[in-house]
């Protein structure tokens, strides 16, 4: 490692194979604490390149225990986090209208990091339980049409990590990396970034595999959309800035989708968006991104269609329906 970060500092970029030969050195515990720090830090002082990524994503996959969800041809809806924004958990929520919709979903996520509340502090916190047993998850997913993958219980090798993000307290490039590492290896995505930059990376990554995507960057600094500005849209299809009048809805204020500072502020947020009680700025910034994932996942399906399905999956309550049935499964 020491090799390593003397070779980084004198500002060179790695391979993909250095890359993903560091990321190992750094999970199997072979860096020490403050080796690790130097080694984020690079990283958030520069963007890493396409080649740097995908060795990173490469070691984190090689190092996960894998689940074979092909069967049902789930999409993962995730964002990177990092984008300072403080809005409440909406993939989180969107994931489960998604379901609702009758479209499969392997959820991947993890706690908070660079924000206060995540999308696995948000659902642990209902009191839902997270397992990585293939047949839990298998049953879930059939029955429910959602399972949820908590990140450290399928990349056990993070947790040599874990602490030092934790102290270091703002993103570092294990962010870039979580939509990417998702251990069922989903064929569908959703991608929210929080830079261009990023987006672009992420473009050149998805073009190299056969998966159906959909990576999203509001102009305004998000990882979603915001429906507070125009949003960059990269997919198989096509690639354009969409403001929210072309996608049906009305522009927000920032300040309509901050979340509650605490987790059971967020947690009030969640609950009234899916028993549809929410404020109509909540819930559009859902469905609009419920709807684009829909989309991604059922590119036959017009944009209204989509639309149409994420908003009765919500009022009909399918969605807080799979909610409850994820929480109460035994």
């Known amino acids: 490692m020491k090799e390593t970060l003397q070779f980084l500092f004198e500002h060179r970029t790695l391979s993909k194979e250095q890359a993903k030969l560091a990321l190992v050195d750094l999970a199997l515990g072979k860096a020490n604490p ?7 830090t690079v990283f958030m002082m520069r963007t890493a390149t396409v080649e740097e990524l995908e060795g990173f994503k490469d070691a984190m996959l090689e190092l996960c225990i894998p689940i074979d969800l092909a069967a049902y041809n789930p999409i993962d809806l995730c964002g990177t986090g990092g984008d300072g924004k403080d809005t409440f958990n909406v993939s989180t929520i969107a994931s489960f209208v998604v379901a609702g919709a009758g479209v499969k979903v392997a959820k ?15 659902l642990e916190h209902f009191g839902i339980k997270f ?72 473009a050149y990554l998805f073009q190299k595999t056969s998966t159906q995507y959909t990576i999203l960057h509001s102009l305004g600094g998000y990882d979603e959309i915001s429906l507070t500005s125009g949003v960059k849209i990269i997919s198989n299809q096509s690639e354009k800035i969409v403001f929210p009048a072309d996608l049906g809805f009305e522009r927000l204020d920032a300040a309509a989708i901050v979340s509650g500072k605490t987790i059971e502020a967020s947690a009030k947020i969640f609950a009234n968006v899916l028993n549809n009680e929410a404020t109509t700025a909540q819930k559009n910034v859902v469905l609009v991104n419920a709807a684009m994932a ?5 590119p036959q399906l017009s944009w209204a269609e989509a639309v149409e399905k994420a908003n009765e999956s919500l009022t009909s309550k399918k969605a807080l329906n799979a909610f409850t049935t994820l929480l109460n499964f035994k």
Do not use: W
């Not at 403050?34 to 984020?40: G, I, R, V």
């Not at 490039?173 to 590492?181: A, E, H, K, Q, R």
């Open 34 to 40: 403050a080796q690790m720090a130097a080694f984020m």
């Open 108 to 122: 991947h996520g993890n706690y908070g990091v660079s924000s206060a509340v995540g999308s696995s502090n948000i």
């Open 131 to 202: 397992s990585n047993e293939i047949d839990v998850l298998k049953k879930q997913i059939e029955n429910i049409g959602i399972c949820l993958l908590h990140a450290p219980l399928f990349h056990p090798a993070m947790k040599n990590v874990a602490p030092i993000r934790k102290e270091l307290g703002v993103k570092t490039f294990f962010n870039m990396l979580g939509p990417l590492v998702n251990p069922s290896r989903p064929k569908k995505q959703m991608v929210g970034v929080f830079s261009l930059e990023l987006a672009r990376l992420y």
């Open 294 to 298: 829909i989309q991604t996942a059922l």
